[in-house]
């Protein structure tokens, strides 16, 4: 959705500024390379030629050169990737995913490689990269947690779905691997005719 400025198209998104939060640094090099340095790390990201990056006084802008349609989808687009990285480096990303299932665990193996049991016959080892930390968590009479954070969005998200797809959560009973507080639609299974 674009709003009608005095006859040019802008992008609701692309057009925000970016707030610039204390302790976080963001450089932009000479081939469009923006780098952005915080507490919890450090993210870089290569922006198309066409797109300007500035940052002055504590905030970024991200501008377009005119209004074609990929211009204005890149603009966008860019400016979310900024963003997500300046949440990154400074706040970081927490995601936590849920074992339902009877006989489900998950345990770290060795630093950064988790060990699931999903009720297949062989256990399922998953290497996570340095820039991820995990911890897990496994009480009675409750489900097993791990707890991911990162300050990559992205990487975070590929890692949360790659976990998920060793065991789905299934309609019928509910089993698999969920997020938590995540909610999985139910279905009713066959009955009986009498």
Known sequence: MFINVGGTKMSRIGKLPIAIPAGVTVTVSDDNVVTVKGPKGELSQ????RIKVETEGGVCH???PNDDKEMRSMHGLYRALIHNMVYGVSEGYKKVL???????RVELAQPNVLNFSLGYTHPIFLGLPKEVKVETKSERNQNPL????????QLLGQICAKIRSFRKPEPYKGKGI???GEVVRRKAGKSAAK
């Open 178 to 180: 969920r997020f938590q």
């Open 98 to 104: 849920e074992l339902v299932g009877v006989g489900y």
């Open 46 to 49: 290569k922006v198309d030629s």
């Open 62 to 64: 991200v501008t377009r």
């Open 146 to 153: 791990v707890m991911l954070e990162s300050a990559d969005k």
